[in-house]
C-alpha cells in the first residue's frame, strides 16, 4: 500500500464482521499470521484517488464464503458470490480482507451480508490506516 493513499471499501454488516473475525482468530491461532488484526472486516473495491467519497448505502444480499477465497494483490480475500453490480463502478479485485498467508479454515462458514456503506481506509505514512464512514 502507499503511503498516504486512500482505498474504497464497503462496511459491512455486524454478524458478518463477527463471524469473519472468528475464523480470523482461528487462522491466527493455528499460524501466527497477525495480518488478520490490520485491517478493519470490510470489503476491499480499490485505490482512491481522491480523499474524498460519497456516503452511499446499498441494501442488496451477497453472499462471501471460505470456500470462495482467492489471492488477489491485497492478500486473501472472501470473493463475493455474485457481482457487485449494484455499485457505480467497476471492482475486479473485491473481497473482503482475510490475510496475508494463505488462510487456515478450521470451520467452513458462509455469511450473507445486507447492507454495505460506502467507506474509505485512509492508509498513514506510519502504516496503520483509518477508517473513514
Not at 480470523?24 to 495480518?35: F, I
Not at 485505490?47 to 467519497?53: L, N, Q, W
Not at 448505502?57 to 453472499?63: D, K
Amino acid at each position: 500500500m502507499e503511503i498516504n493513499s486512500h482505498f474504497l471499501v464497503l462496511t459491512v454488516d455486524g454478524n458478518a464482521a463477527r463471524t469473519i473475525r472468528e475464523a480470523q482468530k482461528e487462522h491466527y491461532e493455528a499460524t501466527g499470521d497477525w495480518s488478520v488484526y490490520t485491517l478493519p472486516v470490510v470489503v476491499m473495491l480499490g485505490p482512491s484517488e481522491k480523499a474524498r467519497f460519497d456516503r452511499k448505502t446499498w441494501h442488496e444480499e451477497v453472499t462471501f464464503s471460505s470456500s470462495s477465497i482467492k489471492k488477489t494483490p491485497y492478500g486473501y480475500v472472501l470473493t463475493p458470490s455474485s457481482s457487485l453490480d449494484f455499485l457505480p463502478f467497476s471492482t475486479p479485485e473485491c473481497g473482503i480482507f482475510f490475510s496475508k498467508e494463505k488462510p487456515v479454515i478450521t470451520k467452513p462458514f458462509t455469511i450473507r451480508c445486507r447492507t454495505f456503506r460506502l467507506a474509505m481506509l485512509h492508509f498513514r505514512p506510519d502504516s496503520s490506516c483509518r477508517l473513514l464512514q
